[in-house]
């Protein structure tokens, strides 16, 4: 399975994206799928992440403003971006993987990366 992600771009603050994230194949087999995110100079961090029956768990600097959701019909698995900051830019992340003891493990499948810019 490859992991394909787009929507990225360049927004101003206070400004929304939606993130798209094709996979080749089923994306029902995963337990899980997340959505990091990688500042320059910065370690990748986990935003957000959902399992197969919906339920979603989010870093606390993104509650309230980023959503998560799979669409296993159409094998994609989304985030919607709103009330967007700067410190939100990076290049961001699809992965598949599992949840285990409450803790997001990316397994064998990424995307190559988007890149979302947020102006000031």
């Known amino acids: 399975v490859q992991l394909a992600e787009s929507g990225g771009g360049l927004v101003q603050a206070g400004r929304s994206l939606r993130l798209s994230c094709a996979a080749s194949?089923?994306?029902?087999?995963?337990?899980?799928m997340g959505w990091y995110r990688q500042a320059p100079g910065k370690q990748r961090e986990l935003v957000a992440v959902i399992r197969r029956g919906g339920i979603t768990n989010y870093a606390d600097s993104v509650k309230g403003r980023f959503t998560i959701s799979r669409d296993d019909a159409k094998n994609t698995l989304y985030l919607q971006m709103i009330s967007l900051k700067p410190e939100d830019t990076g290049v961001y992340y699809c992965?598949?993987?599992?949840?285990?003891?409450?803790?997001?493990?990316?397994?064998?499948?990424w995307g190559q990366g988007t890149q979302v810019t947020v102006s000031s």
């Open positions: 194949g089923s994306i029902f087999r995963f337990n899980a």
């Open positions: 992965a598949s993987g599992d949840v285990v003891g409450g803790t997001f493990i990316a397994g064998g499948y």
